[in-house]
């Protein structure tokens, strides 16, 4: 197993770089290779950085924010109907305290998980397949939209960071066909009663390639190369991108995945992350092309699936469970959480 990076190679920024990826659709390669060159300048630096120019229909984004809303605004009873642990493909609703990171810290939120559905039941896994949809007029039509117009983002992202890697621009997106990417529509809901000292969301990197996040309110802090917590302001008509822990390992560590977490809130806050990974049953390893005598692999590789349904298990609840009565068991190799990222050496409070 791939230790964690003892040291961050991320800057002491104060603040996260913006970058405009509108050139990553233009038909001319120089506009391409250029954003691509800012988008891995920002990877490289931070791990963690804004985006302008995406794209995505500002309708489609208000439909997704009604719709959420009006889902975690029914009873709980309502809500349970749905409960993830009634999926076989990590689907539904996700209740508070369903979560734990590796700080064992209970998150002060409630969740509902959807992925990516392929068109043929045959590849179905844990990880993927049909999605539970509540029966709420409107709700799959206004998620489903929003889904592919970011996934669609997202293969624009795929293309700039394998440039910013000096590959081919297809290299990533050859193995994005049917992959287990997953949105959550998040809901942190506000008490001035829960303690100070309970977060959002604890400590932790995201498992995929990549993560575009839409947040609703402030309350997100990033961990940046000096140790230090930073926070993540909102910036309007902007999403936020973040490395995960397998573009870490495809990058060799070029491109690190940044310890991140949610504080307290300051009041009611939605948070809509896309985790964007490649096909389920793809040999993540890093990229031959990155690798020399003087610059060897630093990680030993991994089943995309595998390595998502592993993280996930030693996360949620209900899983767990299964782990425990020998239901279900983790993929040899399987690594522990928070193998990947700068973890500091001395645990950051929450």
């Known amino acids: 197993m791939a230790p964690p990076v003892s040291r961050s190679p991320h800057t002491a920024f104060k603040t996260l770089p913006l ?84 700080s064992a810290t209970v998150d002060h939120k409630e969740a509902y998980d959807l992925g990516f559905e392929p068109a043929d039941p045959n590849l179905r896994r844990p990880m993927l397949g049909a ?36 590959l081919a621009e297809d290299a990533f997106l050859r193995q994005v066909n049917n992959p287990p ?14 303690p100070q000292d309970r977060p ?10 990549f993560t575009v996040l839409l947040p609703t309110a402030p309350g997100l802090e990033v961990l940046n190369g ?33 310890s991140h977490r949610v504080r307290k809130v300051a009041e009611e806050r939605y948070s809509f992350p896309l985790f964007c990974a490649l096909d389920y049953d793809t040999l993540v390893a890093p990229v031959a092309e990155l690798l020399d005598p003087g610059t060897p692999s630093r990680y030993q590789p991994l089943v995309c699936g595998e390595h998502l349904f592993a993280q996930t298990a030693q996360t949620f609840g209900y899983l767990k469970r299964r782990l425990e009565s020998g239901e279900l068991t983790l993929p040899e190799g399987s690594k522990g959480l928070s193998s990947f990222g700068y973890q500091p050496r001395q645990e950051v409070q929450s």
């Not at 988008?39 to 984004?61: C, M, N, S, W």
């Not at 990417?181 to 829960?194: K, T």
């Not at 909102?234 to 940044?258: C, H, K, P, Q, R």
């Open 19 to 102: 970058v405009d990826v509108a050139p990553l659709r233009s038909s001319v390669p120089e506009e391409r290779q250029a954003a691509a060159r800012a988008l891995g300048k920002a990877a490289r630096e931070a791990g963690f950085f804004y985006i302008t120019g995406h794209g995505v229909d500002p309708a489609l984004i208000e439909g997704l924010k009604r719709a959420t809303a009006e889902f975690f605004a029914q009873p709980l009873e309502y809500k349970l109907r749905h409960y993830i642990g009634r999926s076989s493909n990590h689907s539904g609703y996700v209740p508070e305290g369903e979560e734990e990171f590796a």
């Open 131 to 166: 999605n539970q949809w509540p029966d709420l007029p409107g709700f799959r039509e206004a998620i489903k939209a929003y889904y592919d117009a970011v996934f669609e983002l997202s293969r624009s992202l795929f293309r700039g960071f394998a440039l910013a890697l000096g």
């Open 181 to 194: 990417s997953q949105l959550r529509l998040v809901h942190y809901p506000y008490d001035p009663d829960v």
């Open 200 to 209: 959002g969301i604890g400590a932790h990197t995201d498992y995929e390639c």
């Open 226 to 258: 000096a140790g230090e917590w930073i926070d993540v302001p909102l910036v309007e008509g902007a999403f936020v991108i973040n490395i995960g822990d397998m573009l870490e390992l495809l990058s060799n560590g070029a491109f690190v995945a940044t």
